[in-house]
């Protein structure tokens, strides 16, 4: 499956952003799909994940409750609304897929990713 992650840009602090991932190649509704992000000289952190079905989700601390992930199987699409954005939330951010539900926090278990979009919050 190949992922496309757009919807980066620059905002203020407090800011919203919404990023998209599109998937092509084979049916997103087979997939897991996570979001990560990685800062400079940091590395790459989970975000959030959604399970196949959209059911159940699940987020880092530091954007629990100000991070909302979501798909659409029938347009083969997961999103990442991000409200009330702080500096500390800048980094590329990235999408990716992976077939079970086991350690969806480790990059290492996520078989296809995105080439990742910037986000970057001003304060």
């Known amino acids: 499956v190949q992922l496309q992650a757009s919807g980066g840009g620059l905002v203020q602090a407090g800011g919203s952003l919404r990023l998209s991932c599109a998937a092509s190649g084979r049916t997103l509704s087979r997939y897991i799909v996570g979001w990560f992000r990685q800062a400079p000289g940091k590395e790459r952190e989970f975000v959030a994940v959604?399970?196949?079905?959209?059911?159940?989700?699940y987020y880092a601390d530091s954007v629990k409750g100000r991070f909302t992930i979501s798909r659409d199987n029938a347009k083969n699409m997961v999103w990442l609304q991000m409200n009330s954005l702080k500096p500390e939330d800048t980094a590329v951010y990235y999408c990716?897929?992976?077939?079970?539900?086991?350690?969806?926090?480790?990059?290492?278990?996520?078989?296809?990713w995105g080439q990742g979009t910037q986000v970057t919050v001003s304060s």
């Open positions: 990716a897929t992976k077939s079970g539900i086991n350690y969806y926090t480790s990059v290492h278990t996520y078989d296809y």
């Open positions: 959604i399970t196949w079905s959209g059911v159940t989700t």
